[in-house]
């Protein structure tokens, strides 16, 4: 059984047992965390789509750490202009291990 879930401004394809980095959330390491947000469930051909969300679904997980990505560099350079800006950024996520999904 998998669900597409919704969270962070983003969403997720998501199946019992995986393990997935997340928009960093405001959870201790060790709880657990309920997604209401699903917009689809389905195994084989038996598939439930919401309108946006579906009712009754819910998928929990729970957190498996904290952490920070990789860092992304960022540059403008205009040639022939004396012009050269840099940056860097690193974003904060959450890995979290879906428990169960229910629709």
């Given at each position: 059984?998998?669900?597409?879930?919704?969270?962070?401004?983003?969403?997720?394809?998501?199946?019992?047992?995986?393990?997935?980095?997340?928009?960093?959330?405001?959870?201790?390491?060790?709880?657990?965390?309920?997604?209401?947000?699903?917009?689809?469930?389905?195994?084989?051909?038996?598939?439930?789509?919401?309108?946006?969300?579906?009712?009754?679904?819910?998928?929990?997980?729970?957190?498996?750490?904290?952490?920070?990505?990789?860092?992304?560099?960022?540059?403008?350079?205009?040639?022939?202009?004396?012009?050269?800006?840099?940056?860097?950024?690193?974003?904060?996520?959450t890995e979290v291990q879906i428990d169960s999904i229910k629709g």
């Open positions: 059984m998998y669900a597409v879930i919704a969270t962070g401004g983003k969403q997720y394809r998501v199946a019992e047992g995986d393990i997935l980095k997340i928009e960093r959330l405001p959870v201790d390491v060790g709880n657990e965390l309920e997604f209401d947000k699903v917009l689809l469930v389905g195994e084989g051909k038996n598939v439930t789509v919401g309108a946006p969300y579906v009712e009754g679904g819910k998928v929990t997980a729970t957190v498996r750490s904290h952490g920070r990505g990789k860092k992304i560099e960022i540059i403008k350079m205009r040639r022939r202009k004396h012009y050269r800006r840099q940056m860097g950024h690193r974003q904060d996520f």
